[in-house]
């Protein structure tokens, strides 16, 4: 149950989501756990348009390694570390806990928010909080507030299924599925990289994928936040600063106001 799991569904037309606000797994067996914290999968049209990495095989491998790790998820990483302490084939050390996980109907809009502190091994405060604001199934805003101090690489990754294409279209990038076109936009000025990773659609199987990785090296705290618009809507999403926190808004109609917890 979502209680225990921490997994957040959201259903409206053609789109299905799952988010991921629980533990790595269960504190008497956590040796199945991946990085996927606070991550997400989306279906479009009743197919995998962000997926997960999946799993190659249970032996040491580089491909065991690169299946657990929080590069492999569609989350943000810090530093080239990981969220939780993972190595050989199912060792598993210190893990992020939840610091908070609450899911929310708000202005017609469905909102999913959670907190992490994977990160505070490495630094006091280093905290990861995430926002997901989905409006029916014409777009999503994935908001990540970056909490601490100092300067750091905040990497936010983004994986395709095999079979979407991507093509990068001004600063944002256009989503090439079978069943239509959808497109994500950065809101500030982070680099936007696309390149090429292994996904493992089933047991021993390998093939490569498209991923998007928003990277910025930045000093915390930082807010960054990107669009997921699915079809030919011709909505303007934008995501603004207000002296609260921030503001979606379609056009110049604000819709709802997001601020982060802690």
């Not at 936010?156 to 994500?184: Q, T, W, Y």
Request: with cysteine.
């Amino acid at each position: 149950p979502q209680r225990v799991s921490g997994l957040l569904v959201h259903r409206a037309g053609d789109l299905f989501v799952v988010f991921d606000g629980g533990p790595v797994g269960p504190d008497y067996q956590p040796g199945h756990a991946h990085c996927d914290t606070l991550s997400y999968e989306v279906s479009w049209k009743g197919g995998r348009l962000i997926s997960d990495t999946g799993v190659f095989h249970y032996r040491e491998s580089p491909e065991r390694t690169y299946a657990r790790s929080t590069a492999a998820h569609n989350t943000v990483r810090l530093d080239s570390r990981d969220q939780s302490e993972v190595w050989k084939s199912f060792r598993v050390g210190r893990r992020a806990g939840i610091i908070f996980l609450e899911s929310r109907e708000e202005h017609g809009c469905t909102i999913f928010h959670a907190a992490h502190d994977g990160y505070e091994r490495f630094g006091k405060g280093l905290i990861h909080e995430r926002c997901m604001v989905l409006r029916g199934d014409a777009w999503l805003v994935v908001i990540d507030f970056i909490h601490g101090s100092g300067r750091h690489l905040v990497e936010n990754m983004v994986h395709f299924a095999p079979d979407i294409a991507l093509k990068r279209d001004g600063h944002g990038v256009a989503i090439l599925a079978e069943s239509g076109r959808c497109s994500l936009q950065p809101a500030g000025g982070e680099n936007v990289r696309v390149f090429e990773t292994e996904c493992y659609p089933a047991f021993g199987v390998s093939v490569l994928r498209k991923t998007i990785v928003q990277h910025a090296m930045a000093e915390l705290p930082l807010t960054t936040s990107y669009t997921l618009q699915f079809g030919n809507s011709a909505r303007n999403v934008t995501v603004r600063k207000t002296q609260e926190g921030l503001e979606i808004r379609e056009g110049d109609v604000p819709v709802v106001a997001i601020i982060s917890r802690l």
